[in-house]
């Protein structure tokens, strides 16, 4: 009742604390769940709000079944369900009953074939249909989308759909989004589909189509986001309403060549990897001047000093172009408007960024990672009044300035960015920053997020840290940090986020320790135990251990912290995770070690390690020897 009474502001994400305990209750363990499944007139009626909600948290869990969806037909409206390996024919039959679905996102559900989709066909109401990268997609299955009349946005990316399949889609007149990235899209395709004329996006990037075929786009009167990249085009003609284009890995000659209104309403170009023959034709053009964002990253192009004619640009991403000092006053031409800057990757010097200094008033987040600056950046970077984010990652910074005479640290280099009171951010990354950088590190207390790396620190750079009170994350990786040091460690009052990757000497004990200590704080770290797999990542937040294993691990595992009296470790395998209480109680027991438990008496079971399949497998292969 209280949820109808204050229906959430942002599509069904904003729900009460109440609601989201119940929620969590529910999705507790399989008992739970079998617990509540068989009211079904309470789960039938429960608002789309929550109904949507639970729903996606079993699908997290991995506890939604194909026979539950049926409990969720009349309460749930919008669909996410991408690369879950759980969804396939038997799973999509069920979906059938979802007369009220809006949206369906099963975008990487590689299991998925054209007879699965075959009960879709009945959704009159499904508004938006995502199907990428399900490779066993073809023109068969797209005949069962046919029908869908009131389908205004789908997405078949990278499926095995061909040019026939590609044809009919000309008869989903209600269209407004269509993505067939990936698919053999050529003249003729782009000719039926001019049928489609609510078409707002289109995403035909790695098509075949070719300079004659782009002219059918004009034929779009309501066409604003086209992605042309990986295609051999060079030439793309006026299109009055378009305002983002991506013309990446592309040879090109022109954008909106022979424009000739007045005001232009592109505003987001991405160039990257493009190789621009003429810069002149193609960006500073009566159709592209009012450029807001502009990447041209890894672009290349024979003259950089037509940038000053982009006055509009917002963002502009130089990373790993040519640029270098000399071509930098270019830059400088653009104006007051620029707020992103990243020139990562390139030949500048910390002489070239003294140019822009008094000509990006505005500017507020600037990349310099991996070129030449060193430590006098810092006295130009000061001039920029509204810096809030400065990346100087693997560049050769130090933190002070050594005298000629003795070559020791004398006057810090920070002290130059004291002035700015907006910089919240600073990534000093694979630098050569030291423990005695980070006491000058102090002087920036405006600071909230920074971000080290380096072999040159140690436990003193943690606690010289701890003294800038307004840090709410930090991050020291790499770092030669002890069990002592980090229990030593006294986080700063609004710290939430603390990342400690690769601090190779601390042990599962003490990181154990600290946790206890700091049960709000959300703790990162590599770990690397015996009974462990390697790629593990370990996350706390507020006394619970999260294990998550490389992305190239499938199953998870959870690691939970037991009572005070004990520090019992308890490992569950995802697809039975929280199992009932009593369950839970006997794995820990068995999970006891002398070492984590101080108990001679506990031993460890080694078999709570495998899965149920994993046992039975292991009983066979003994019992066939």
């Known amino acids: 009742q209280q949820q109808q009474q204050h229906p959430p502001t942002h599509g069904g994400e904003a729900l009460t604390r109440l609601a989201r305990l119940c929620i969590e209750a529910a999705c507790q363990s399989k008992d739970s769940v079998q617990m509540w499944r068989k009211q079904r007139r309470t789960l039938e009626r429960l608002p789309i709000e929550l109904g949507e909600a639970l729903f996606h948290q079993l699908v997290r869990y991995r506890l939604l079944t194909a026979p539950l969806l049926e409990s969720f037909r009349y309460s749930v409206q919008g669909i996410n369900v991408c690369g879950e390996a759980m969804v396939d024919a038997n799973w999509m039959a069920y979906l059938s009953d979802f007369r009220h679905l809006r949206v369906l996102r099963a975008a990487d559900c590689r299991s998925l074939s054209n007879s699965a989709i075959r009960s879709l066909a009945g959704l009159d109401c499904l508004e938006e249909l995502d199907l990428s990268r399900c490779t066993k997609i073809t023109n068969e299955g797209l005949e069962h989308l046919i029908s869908l009349k009131s389908l205004q946005k789908l997405g078949i990316s990278e499926t095995g759909v061909g040019v026939q399949g590609l044809i009919s889609l000309s008869s989903l007149t209600s269209l407004k989004s269509l993505d067939l990235g990936g698919l053999p899209v050529t003249d003729e395709v782009l000719s039926s589909l001019l049928a489609l004329n609510q078409l707002e996006h289109l995403y035909i990037w790695g098509s075949t189509i070719s300079n004659k075929g782009v002219l059918l786009l004009q034929a779009f009167p309501h066409l604003q986001f086209l992605n042309l990249a990986w295609t051999s085009i060079t030439r793309v003609p006026p299109l009055p309403s378009l305002r983002y284009l991506n013309l990446s890995k592309c040879t090109i000659v022109s954008i909106f060549e022979g424009w000739e209104r007045s005001e232009a309403p592109l505003q987001e170009l991405y160039l990257t990897g493009s190789d621009i023959l003429y810069p002149v034709e193609a960006l500073i053009g009566p159709g592209t001047r009012n450029v807001e964002v502009l990447d041209l990253s890894a672009a290349t192009m024979p003259n950089y000093a037509i940038l000053g004619g982009l006055k509009s ?292 079971d080694e078999r709570i390690k495998y899965s149920l399949s994993d046992l039975l497998c292991l009983r066979q292969l003994a019992l066939s020897n």
């Not at 000629?404 to 951010?425: M, P, R, V, Y």
């Not at 040159?456 to 002592?484: K, W, Y």
Request: proline share 3%; aromatic share 4%; hydrophobic share 35%.
């Open 313 to 604: 640009l917002y963002m502009l991403d130089l990373s790993g172009t040519a640029i270098s000092n000399h071509t930098l006053n270019s830059v400088a031409e653009v104006g007051g408007n620029l707020r992103q800057l990243n020139l990562s990757g390139t030949k500048v010097e910390s002489e070239g960024v003294s140019v822009l200094v008094g000509h990006v008033p505005k500017l507020e987040e600037i990349s310099l990672s991996g070129t030449r600056v060193d430590d006098s950046v810092f006295s130009f970077l000061g001039l920029m009044p509204a810096l809030k984010s400065i990346d100087l990652s693997h560049t050769g910074i130090k933190g002070y300035f050594c005298t000629t005479e003795t070559g020791l640290a004398n006057t810090s280099s920070f002290k130059s960015l004291e002035h700015l009171h907006q910089l919240i951010c600073l990534n000093l990354q694979n630098t050569l920053i030291c423990n005695k950088s980070c006491r000058h590190l102090t002087c920036l207390r405006q600071l909230c997020h920074i971000y080290l790396r380096g072999d040159f620190l140690s436990d003193t750079a943690l606690h010289s840290l701890s003294l800038i009170a307004n840090l709410v994350c930090l991050s020291v990786q790499g770092a030669v940090i002890t069990d002592s040091g980090l229990l030593s460690f006294r986080p700063p009052p609004l710290l939430e986020e603390l990342d400690i990757t690769d601090c190779w000497l601390l042990t599962k004990m003490g990181i154990l320790e600290f946790c206890k200590e700091n049960p709000g704080l959300l703790l990162r770290h590599e770990l690397l135990p015996d009974e462990w797999d390697c790629g593990i990542q370990v996350a706390w937040r507020k006394g619970d251990i999260k294990v998550k294993r490389d992305s190239t691990i499938p199953q998870w595992i959870t690691l939970k912290k037991a009572s005070a009296s004990s520090s019992l470790l308890t490992l569950e395998n995802c697809n039975e995770r929280k199992n009932a209480r009593q369950k839970r109680s006997q794995k820990k027991l068995a999970l006891a070690t002398k070492r984590e438990a101080g108990d001679s008496g506990k031993v460890l």
